[in-house]
């Protein structure tokens, strides 16, 4: 079945720091492909998203590519805060199949 | 507005009792789900919901029964509460089953004791 792999955690960096989480997928077929982020105490917001080979999907300094040949979605930020310490999932949708998340990895940013 | 919500937020109890988790949606979607996040954080998909319909059931103990009185709600049902259910239940709705962006409510932290 569909899964995603995701670094292991934690994740910490300094203020400012770059950031990349690594992403790889396995699908039948041409998922759509998610990061979504949950802060401390609080649900799971979408981050962003891409749904065909090389989309870029960006939001608030965050990016992901869309790489079809290495079947990878990595998530990178070029200057993190601390207020992006949160835990970072990574998910794909295939047609009308649920959500498949990643196990999530941790970041940690400190002034 | 909130677009999907849930309630309660918080939720102590004691082993062996039933207690449910209500959901709302107000974004006007056909498709609703219960994702279930274990204390590693790991989430794995319960139930999902199509106007009403139950259209996923993963391999979920019958303790738990979703009921969708309307498209807006899906509430979530646990009878005879175990130590192992303490999890985030999370709430989550999107336009059609392939609908391509899944909205998630703030989660209920349940905690069994």
């Known amino acids: ?12 960096l ?3 720091a770059f950031l990349t989480i690594n992403c ?17 105490g609080e649900g799971l917001q979408l981050l962003l998203k891409a749904t065909k080979a090389d989309d ?9 590519t869309y790489r079809k040949e290495t079947t990878s979605f990595h998530l990178e930020k070029g200057s993190v805060q601390v207020s ?8 794909l949708r295939s047609g009308n199949t649920p959500l498949v998340f990643g196990k999530g990895t941790r970041l940690s940013v400190i002034a | 507005d909130t677009a999907v919500s ?15 988790i209500k959901c709302e949606q107000n974004l006007g979607h056909d498709t609703m789900y219960w994702y279930k996040q274990d204390s590693k954080k790991f989430l794995k998909i319960m139930f999902s919901y199509n106007n009403k319909e139950l259209i996923i059931n993963e391999t979920v103990p ?13 509430n979530l049902h646990i009878n005879s509460l175990e130590l192992g259910d303490s999890a985030v239940y999370f709430c989550a709705s999107s336009l059609t089953p392939g609908g391509n962006t899944i909205y998630f409510g703030e989660g209920s932290w349940l905690t069994v004791v």
């Open chain 1, 1 to 12: 079945g569909d899964s995603v792999t995701q670094m292991e955690g934690p994740v910490t």
């Open chain 1, 14 to 16: 300094s203020e400012e």
């Open chain 1, 24 to 40: 790889t997928y396995t699908a039948t077929g041409y998922p759509s492909l998610f990061w979504y982020v949950q802060y401390p």
């Open chain 1, 56 to 64: 870029k999907g960006s939001n608030k300094g965050f990016e992901a």
């Open chain 1, 84 to 91: 992006d310490s949160a835990v970072y999932f990574c998910a």
């Open chain 2, 6 to 20: 849930q309630t309660p937020k918080y939720l102590v109890t004691q082993m062996g009792n039933d207690k449910s």
């Open chain 2, 62 to 74: 019958n303790r738990f029964s979703p009921k969708s009185p309307d498209k807006a709600h899906l």
